[in-house]
């Protein structure tokens, strides 16, 4: 993982070299350390393929603009949510696959827009790049640039967002990221920081504007009925993974047929209910371990707390998964560790 993807102006993903980016870097080995690193945001991480964890971030944060890009080798699952100043604008260029990336596929380039206090889940494929920007929700809105158009549509967003479906506003969103991650993190002068801060707020008013102007208004898809039926029969499973026989079985396939679930769940997440509310319990789990007032408590009873009553099956489903041992997960919890930061320039 020596660099992440994209390229300006067109909204396709070509290689770029981190070294090229002056902004912040950090490499981590750890999703709960990688989420905790975004600003603007808050973030939790569900690690749903196999393996060592292993990820990369840069940042530039401001006084009104943070950007953020983000890759990993693992697939995940992320809960954003955004702060009560800002809005976010999370764009995805391609290369999602088959996995459906805020419940939409990747295969049109598209800005997914999530209101302050707002927020939703992604599932962001194996070294995926996932462009996030925040902006103040004030600054942005009192933009000369901004039509009064576009502020009426923000008001009126759910608080899950939308997504834009557009090729041409998400490269003007990935090239001026670019410039500021190349550019900003090299500024020390606080005239030249504020200077800086308001041209990316505008160039962001100016994207949006734009784009309603060529297209009367933005391109929003409208949510398929699987989709919702996933967001629904999620939401169960994750409220009560440890059961999913009797009444919370009942509950979700009273959702669609079991086959019509399963295949929600299978397209969005690569896996049925029952193998991802096991995945859910093996998180709860491996929370524990890391959590120092678990510490008395035996692997074996946590384990039993999460629904693995059987002590070689846990240790097998948690090290396959994982990539290491929870006895291991524990002892690294014990180390003053964090994300190693590599220097820019």
């Keep these: 993982m020596n660099d992440l993807v994209t390229q300006e102006n067109t909204g396709s993903l070509e290689r770029i070299d981190l ?23 808050g973030a939790r991480l569900m690690q749903l393929s196999e393996g060592v964890f292993r990820g990369q971030l840069v940042r530039v944060v401001s006084g009104k603009v943070a950007v953020q890009l983000s890759v990993c080798n693992q697939t995940v699952e992320q809960h954003i949510v955004a702060d009560a100043d800002s809005f976010v604008f999370c764009i995805c260029s391609d290369g999602a696959g088959a996995h459906a990336v805020f419940g939409h596929s990747a295969e049109t380039p598209w800005v997914y827009v999530l209101p302050p206090r707002g927020e939703t889940n992604a599932v962001l494929p194996a070294k995926f790049p996932l462009l996030i920007v925040t902006v103040n929700r004030e600054t942005l809105q009192r933009s000369d640039s901004l039509l009064p158009e576009i502020t009426e549509w923000f008001e009126k967003l759910a608080s899950d967002g939308e997504t834009i479906c557009s090729q041409a506003l998400a490269g003007r969103f990935v090239s001026d990221a670019l410039l500021k991650l190349r550019n900003d993190a090299g500024q020390r002068a606080q005239q030249h920081l504020q200077t800086l801060d308001h041209l990316a707020v505008s160039n962001i008013a100016n994207s949006l504007s734009l784009e309603w102007l060529k297209k009367g208004g933005f391109h929003v898809p409208r949510r398929s009925a699987a989709l919702e039926r996933f967001a629904k029969a999620r939401r169960i499973v994750r409220q009560n993974p440890h059961n999913l026989a009797g009444n919370n079985q009942h509950a979700i396939f009273e959702l669609g047929s079991k086959r019509s679930v399963e295949q929600a769940f299978a397209e969005r997440v690569g896996m049925g209910p029952l193998s991802y509310a096991r995945l859910v319990r093996l998180h709860n789990a491996r929370k524990k371990l890391r959590d120092g007032t678990f510490d008395r408590e035996s692997i074996g009873n946590i384990a039993a707390q999460e629904g693995f009553w059987e002590w070689s099956r846990f240790t097998s489903y948690y090290g396959k998964h994982f990539g290491e041992l929870p006895s291991q997960t524990r002892e690294h919890a014990t180390r003053l560790t964090g994300p190693h930061q590599a220097l820019a320039g």
């Design 19 to 41: 070294t090229d980016l002056t902004a912040e870097r950090f490499e981590t080995d750890d999703f709960d350390l990688h989420a905790s690193l975004y600003r603007g945001i």
